[in-house]
């Protein structure tokens, strides 16, 4: 990929990361409750697919013919631990959740998202973000050339990011449980017990 190819990916991330942390500020969710009624969840879900489809299709495009990166065997075998783990912990860490808020399904049946108690329990006893440790281990479990390298540090970067600005807005709609729960638990990589 060359250096223009690499900025326009970049740019892509970033307008992806403004996209998406904009539309999920209350404000603008808000606003979508306006616009779309019960529906608001599920179009703020439609857009993000939509946003990173966009993001992974100009990738692709702009990585054709990406260099393959000289990574040797254990390395690929790492990787594959990796991605089946970070499949583990998504499918774990969506167990925790009601599927139809999160989805937006419920908020179509009357249901509003502050009805979702603060998930605690679970995967969450041990990492604030098992869905963000999850993408991250999938992430980098697929690195093996230029472009899926830059995917894996962009969407790292995202995810970073998004996790605190994610929390900013926990700590405003849960208050004081949110501020203990955050002392007491990693953001992605659990605590090893000794």
Do not use: C, K
């Not at 969710?29 to 993000?48: D, E, I, K, M, S």
């Not at 790292?156 to 405003?172: C, D, H, K, T």
Request: hydrophobic share 50%.
């Amino acid at each position: 990929m060359s250096i223009l190819a690499h900025l326009a990916y970049a740019a892509a991330w970033l307008l992806f990361a403004v996209l998406h942390s904009g539309t999920a500020g209350a404000g603008v969710r808000t606003g979508l409750g306006r616009l779309f009624g019960r529906a608001h969840r599920l179009v703020f879900n439609a857009l993000a697919l939509v946003e990173v489809a966009a993001v992974m299709g100009l990738g692709a495009w702009l990585g054709r013919g990406a260099h393959m990166l000289p990574l040797p065997a254990p390395v690929h075998a790492v990787q594959l631990g990796m991605t089946v783990l970070g499949a583990v912990l998504l499918l774990s860490g969506l167990a925790a959740y009601r599927i139809g808020p999160f989805l937006g399904w419920a908020q179509l049946r009357g249901e509003e998202d502050e009805d979702q108690p603060l998930v605690i329990a679970g995967l969450h006893r041990y990492i604030r973000h098992p869905l963000y440790s999850a993408a991250l281990l999938l992430l980098w479990g697929r690195v093996i050339d230029e472009l899926s390298l830059a995917t894996a540090l962009w969407g790292s970067l995202y995810l970073v990011i998004g996790s605190r600005i994610e929390e900013g807005r926990l700590l405003a709609r849960y208050g004081e449980a949110y501020r203990r729960y955050r002392t007491t638990t990693p953001a992605f990589i659990p605590r090893l017990r000794g």
